[in-house]
């Protein structure tokens, strides 16, 4: 799954993604307003954490401006201002979390898997498809009541596809999800990620369509 | 009444305008008295001294017509004793009796005196008893009068008088103080209010008080007042928006650290653990030298001049910070050109301010220009006036943004560059101690200038002493 991190801080900002990819997330992160606008438009983020003190265009004018364009994304926002009306504030211009520094990391992580798993209308912090189910939180998988061990990448494959369940995605999808931005990517890793998730969970996990892409298979029970 | 309460009343105004306008009104009203008194008295003597007189000239006359007579009138006036209720009627003593001094009759209880004695009237002790004696001679001298008074008749009358005028007042006067107690209150009543809207004031609510009801002589007082409110409110305004600035501030590094740490303890692979120390450990040292320019600004903050100022040789203290900031960034390839007079520029100041003064200023300079960048650093002086310039070749900085450098916690230009957003401001102030302002502005041709002028050159012939 994937972030966006807009931070001006460049310490906060290192230690937001490297928790964050600690936890299969992958994260892109921009320094300023207008950057963090330009890459909501262009790319479907799963998810964005929005730093209000920013300079140049501040984190409520890009929140005010992503929503007036139409974008779901869901927003987390970020401040060190602690106060009733900074929090109505940002949630008025359309923030849906919010989060005081300093916080906890899991915290953080945990307010963006709820984030997230609203935004795809689920409901259990659970995901469950048919006999898989996956824990966000303790990031344990298992299939027909076995625990199934599954290697970071594969992880946020399985997630991504549990989360887009009726979606087909194309290559090019899943290697946004999988991978930040300047992370080198192989010219075959997500077909052996697929590979790989089929041996451990079984061959119909995923379905290939051939041509167009790959789409979550049909729920075992 | 306890020692503090005592001095409390004898300060409050209440207190001491009741016990002046009481005492007044005691001492006037003794004074009515005493002069009743002596007023009565005066009256007593004439109208006395008169009665006194007819009697004498009553009796003489009669003793002229027939002397023999005399016994047995002198026996019946003996029964027409007086009434002792009046003092008007008093008793009539007298002795008559022939120009050599023989008594030829006596009332009973009239004074043992010669009758010879000068004409006229005399005043006598007799027995302990005072007496107001008149003497009286017939025209052809073959017979005398001496009619008498007791003394305490005069004093009995005045003070009946007196006291008629004084007892009244017996009950009036405590009347009358209370009156005096009352309207006192009453007319500090409003200085009880305006005392209570006073305490009510809180550094949450120092709205000036204001009202038709503030008497005219507490005026100045409350005008006077509500300037002080006005500044503290400043004051405190300024205090609340710095802490909730300062907050601002140190909350976003101890984020850093603690997700930092967080990372650290979560990652399982050493390098990853390992970059996160070392940013932890930047972190720290940030926030370090955050909280140094916090406690620095706060210590400067109160200081309204230099406690004592030296004379301090500026072209030195150039040369030395501009060493201590190349050690501090090595490798940051700039070039330093100092302009600086042949002699020795020497200003009134605090050496260690305007220490670090300077050194903001070129850090400032080398953190945000670039690589190759040239700072220039200049001091000049016009007459007493001198002024040091830093001037680096860089980017310079927004137009928009000009105006708000200076502020506190205002990060002007780049963000990524490391800083607290208090430099200028501490520079800002340091000058302000000296006298002096800060200048910014960028240069026409290019680059960004700082300037600290208007500080005060020592004149050399000073130095010698």
Known sequence: LKIL???????????????????????????????????????????????????????????????????????????????????????????????????????????????????????????????????????????????VSLSGREYALLLDFLTHPKHIRTRGQLEESLYAWGEEVGSNTVEVYIHHLRKKLGADVVRTLRGRGYQLGDART | MSGPARADRRRSLRWRLIAAVSAAVLLIWLLTGWLSYSMARHEAEELLDGSLAQTGHLLLAIIEDDEDELVGLA????????????????????????????????????????????????????????WRVLNLVAEDGRHRVQVSQPMSLRDRAALEVAGQTVLPLLVIVPLLVLLIYFSIRRALLPLDRLASEVAARTPENLAPLSGREIPTEARPLVASLNRLFARVGAALENERRFTADAAHELRTPLAALKVQSEVALLSRDAPMREKALHQIESGVDRAGHLLEQLLRLARLDPVQRLEKPVPVGLNAMIHQVVGMVEGAH???????????????????????????????????????????????????????????TVHDSGPGVPGEVLGKLGQRFYRGRDHSVEGSGLGLAIVTRIAELHGARLGLANHPDGGFVARIEGLRAVPPGRLKR
């Open chain 1, 5 to 147: 991190l807009v931070e001006d801080d460049p310490l906060l900002g290192d230690g937001i993604r490297a928790g964050l990819t600690l936890s299969a997330f992958a994260v892109d992160w921009v320094r300023n307003g207008e950057l963090a606008l330009h890459a909501l438009t262009d790319t479907p983020y799963d998810a964005c954490i929005l730093d209000l003190g920013l300079p140049g265009k501040d984190g409520l004018a890009v929140l005010r401006e992503l929503r007036r364009a139409g974008r779901a994304t869901p927003v987390l926002v970020l401040t060190a201002r602690d106060t009733q009306d900074d929090k109505i504030a940002g949630l008025d211009s359309g923030a849906d979390d919010y989060l005081t520094k300093p916080f906890d990391l899991d915290e953080l992580l945990a307010r963006l898997r709820a984030l997230i798993r609203r935004a795809c209308g689920v409901v259990s912090p659970v995901i469950e498809h048919g006999d898989i189910t996956l824990d966000p939180v303790s990031r344990q998988v298992s299939r027909g009541g076995e625990a």
């Open chain 2, 75 to 130: 026996s019946r006036l003996a029964r027409a004793r007086r009434a002792d209720d009046n003092v008007y009627e008093p008793p009539l003593e007298f002795q008559v009796g022939r120009g050599d001094g023989t008594v030829l009759a006596r009332s009973l209880d009239a004074p043992e005196l010669p009758i010879l004695g000068v004409v006229g009237y005399s005043d006598i002790v007799r027995h302990a008893e005072s």
């Open chain 2, 330 to 388: 090595p490798g940051a390839q700039r070039r330093f050109d100092l302009a600086l007079p042949a002699d020795e520029v020497t200003v009134r100041g605090d050496p260690e301010l305007l220490r670090v003064a300077l050194r903001n200023l070129v850090d400032n300079a080398v953190r945000y220009s670039r690589p190759a960048d040239t700072v220039r650093i200049a001091l000049t002086t016009r007459g007493d006036d001198v002024a040091v």
